[in-house]
Each structure stands twice: as structure tokens, then as C-alpha cells.
């Protein structure tokens, strides 16, 4: 009988030594730190614990956090550990286990805020900011980002000048010395003058099918353009794309950059959203057509 009770014994022990987590301890505690950080403004805490989010423009720490009893789950796919504060928001963080003890925040949920403007914007364009990791709505709502690049285009119209362009064409030549230029026109459609000094026209060099990884970026400067005319520019430089080009594997984006307003501002007062813009980015993205100044022509 004694032998029985002492084996029964250890097998509890071990299956208690087994069934604990000294990870999950640990995030419960930095997630208390955290909190206690957020609720007393205690920035060089908020950062310290979670580096990554110092460099973000778009979002800020949010002013409070409600009480809640924090709950913590092991993802098993992934081997993170997710802390859920128990309150009306439901935030969650998200901590990676390093080492035996340690663990890195590396993603929030609900903690942080983006900014009111940018959140209006994302909210009128349909984009889902509660279901998105908090590093993920500053990414997306970068005004210099390309969600915000691809809604100035689409709405470009509206906002200022409506320039358009069509296909663009390429030529490449062979040799001692192999050189790839691009020559590309754009058309002020819309019904107001515009001032070149208001705008640069931005090119990003790709190869669609990967003969070339690299991108290359080119700015160009605006022009004035009255309504229906158009202005060609040529592009030099884009040698690193030869193998591209003579393989038919060269296009470009094109991006109009404007100088004197607030591509944020100007989009809250002219656009006119349908809630359907975050998900056609999301497609347009899958198929690289963001947008693509339609399908460069070559010539040799």
C-alpha cells in the first residue's frame, strides 16, 4: 500500500512540474508592467518593454486601460503566448518566449491608437483597425505608405488636377556599355490648371516575374499643365534592369506626390468613400497592379 501511495505521489509531482509554465508567469507580469505603464503615462516603460513600437508616427499608447483580470493561452501552432485583458475592449497582447524565462511583446491589440485623422481615414476607407495588430494599423496608415499612395491615386481625380497616363515604353541597348531608359507620359485630365511646383511624379522600377529583385525608385519633378495636355518624361539610369528588359520584364508604379497639401486632409475632404477601398488595395496588392501605369510597351 505504502508503494502504491509514493508512485501515485510522484506521478502527481511530475504532472505538476509538467502542467507548469514559468512563461506564462512571466507575461502575466510584464503584461501588468505594461498596463501600469499606459495608466501612469510612463513612456520610457511602454517603450522599453516594447522597442518596436518607438519609431511608430501613425499610433500613439492609448490614455487608459480598463481593470480586467488578465488571462493567458499558449498558441500551440505558433509558440507565442497571448495575454487577453479581461475588460470591454478585450486587448490582447502577444509575447514570444525567449530562453527558459524570458518573453518579447511583439504585437498589441487595442493598445495603441492611431491618430484621429488617420483614424477616420481608415475607418471611411474600410479598414478593419480592431482585427489588425496595432503595428500593423501604423504600417498601414504611414501617409507616405502605400495604402495611402494607392487611395491619392484612386481618388486623384477629386483631389487635385486629375493627372492620368497610359502605357509607357521602354528601350534597351546591348554592348560595352548596356543602358535601359524609360519614357512615360502623363495627362492633366481634370479641369483646373496645374502647378508643376505642387507635385513630383514618382516611378518604382520593377521586374513583375523576378529577373531582376531589386526596385528602383525615381523622382521626377512636376510640370505645368493645362487641362487635356500632357507631358512626357524619359527616365535614364535603369541599367540595373537590363537582363529585365531584354527579357520583356520591365514595368513600373507610378505615384503623384503632392507637395502643399496633406494627403490625409485632402482625402477626408474630397474623397468620396464607398467602405469598399481597403479590400480592393488588398486585391490590387495579390496582383501588382497598384498602381501600375499599364503594361510598358518595349522597344530595342
Not at 548596356?178 to 505642387?198: R, Y
Not at 531589386?214 to 487635356?228: F, I, M, N, T
Not at 520583356?248 to 502643399?260: M, Q, R, S
Amino acid at each position: 500500500m505504502k508503494k502504491v501511495t509514493l508512485f501515485l505521489g510522484i506521478a502527481i509531482a511530475l504532472l505538476s512540474l509538467s502542467s507548469c509554465d514559468s512563461h506564462k508567469d512571466k507575461v502575466k507580469e510584464v503584461t501588468k508592467q505594461f498596463v501600469t505603464a499606459i495608466n501612469t503615462n510612463d513612456k520610457a516603460t511602454i517603450y522599453d518593454i516594447y522597442s518596436d513600437a518607438k519609431n511608430a508616427t501613425a499610433i500613439s499608447p492609448v490614455k487608459r486601460i480598463a481593470d480586467g483580470e488578465i488571462e493567458v493561452e499558449k498558441d500551440e501552432k505558433t509558440g507565442n503566448y497571448i495575454a487577453t485583458i479581461e475588460n470591454v475592449k478585450q486587448e490582447k497582447l502577444v509575447f514570444k518566449a525567449e530562453g527558459k524565462e524570458d518573453v518579447k511583446l511583439i504585437q498589441t491589440y487595442g493598445l495603441f491608437q492611431l491618430k484621429d485623422s488617420l483614424n477616420d481615414l481608415a475607418i471611411k476607407s474600410g479598414v478593419p483597425v480592431k482585427k489588425l495588430g496595432d503595428l500593423e494599423n501604423n504600417k498601414l496608415m504611414d501617409p507616405k505608405g502605400k495604402y495611402v499612395s494607392f487611395l491619392m491615386k484612386k481618388f486623384s481625380d477629386v483631389i487635385q488636377g486629375g493627372i492620368t497616363w497610359g502605357s509607357g515604353n521602354y528601350t534597351w541597348q546591348g554592348g560595352w556599355y548596356p543602358s535601359v531608359s524609360a519614357t512615360q507620359a502623363i495627362t492633366n485630365g481634370g479641369s483646373v490648371p496645374i502647378k508643376g511646383s505642387d507635385y513630383n511624379v514618382v516611378f518604382t522600377f520593377y521586374s513583375p516575374s523576378g529577373i531582376t529583385s531589386a526596385e528602383q525608385k525615381e523622382v521626377e519633378v512636376g510640370v505645368d499643365l493645362q487641362p487635356g495636355e500632357s507631358y512626357t518624361y524619359t527616365i535614364l539610369g535603369l541599367n540595373g534592369f537590363y537582363n529585365a528588359a531584354s527579357q520583356h520584364d520591365l514595368n513600373w508604379d507610378i505615384t503623384i506626390e503632392y507637395k502643399n497639401q496633406s494627403p490625409i486632409a485632402s482625402l477626408l475632404k474630397y474623397a468620396k468613400f464607398t467602405g469598399n477601398e481597403y479590400s480592393d488595395f488588398l486585391k490590387a496588392s495579390k496582383t501588382k497592379n497598384t498602381g501600375k501605369a499599364g503594361k510598358a510597351k518595349a522597344k530595342k
